[in-house]
């Protein structure tokens, strides 16, 4: 049975057609000044996954100590560009693919979409690497993984998706530059027409010493999020899941 667990941020687990797919892997319990909220991953996320998708270079998405907990012989897909940061991770397949590009690995079929977001890696200023939004097929279902992305103009382009895994924060108090927010969010539910989305890229990870002053920002993005779809596209089911939590995405 298909289905999909969010682990967290802008990880989740797709399990589709019988391959497991992993997305911008953050599996530690902290990264800088943020920590994770909710329960660790299970241990055996990165070995069990046949697929790892970065989206790109930051490093709440390409966390390099993350990638060094996956087998080496992962495939790995990344923007063009980034295979140099992926082997950091001790990642030896890694297949890099642009904008309009499809690969398959793994048993599933991955298309590179556009992302409006910064391209650059922290302090590294060099020559910016192109974000990637995903879609992946198999078994006759398209999942949506936009990894970090603003509203842009080919949304209503993309295709059929069924389930769409729709960022609707960036972390602490509020959503930066690049990053949807609740009402955005929603405003591309409306234009990409999913059957099922699911707010993603909340709830994680958040600066320490923050919880007890601002405890709302870790619960109330998404549902502002399902609020605001039902409204623009009430046609659309959405489902909150707690990080850590699992659903099966069940055939029409």
Known sequence: MDRLTYIGHATTLLRLDGVSVLTDPMLRRWLGPLRRQGPDPEPDVAENSDVVLISH???????????????PSTPLVVPRGAARWAAKGGAEDVREIGLGERVSVAGVEVSGVPAVHDGYRGR???RPIEPLGYLVSAGGRTVYFPGDTDLFPGM????KVDV???????WGTFAGE????????????EMIRPRLAVP????????????????QFLTKPPLEFARQVSRLAPDVEVRVLEPGSTTALERE
């Not at 390099?64 to 087998?71: F, H, N, T, V």
């Not at 209503?156 to 295709?159: C, I, N, Q, V």
């Not at 769409?164 to 960036?170: K, N, Q, S």
């Not at 690049?178 to 539910?189: F, I, K, N, Q, S």
């Open 164 to 170: 769409a895994l729709l960022p609707v924060w960036g």
């Open 124 to 126: 590294h200023r060099g």
């Open 200 to 215: 993603i890229h909340w709830g994680t990870l958040f600066p320490f010493g923050l919880r007890r002053l601002r405890p």
């Open 178 to 189: 690049g990053h949807l927010d609740p009402m955005r969010a929603a405003r591309a539910v």
């Open 156 to 159: 209503s382009g993309l295709g």
């Open 57 to 71: 270079l930051h490093r709440d998405h390409l966390d390099i100590p993350s990638l060094r907990r996956l087998p």
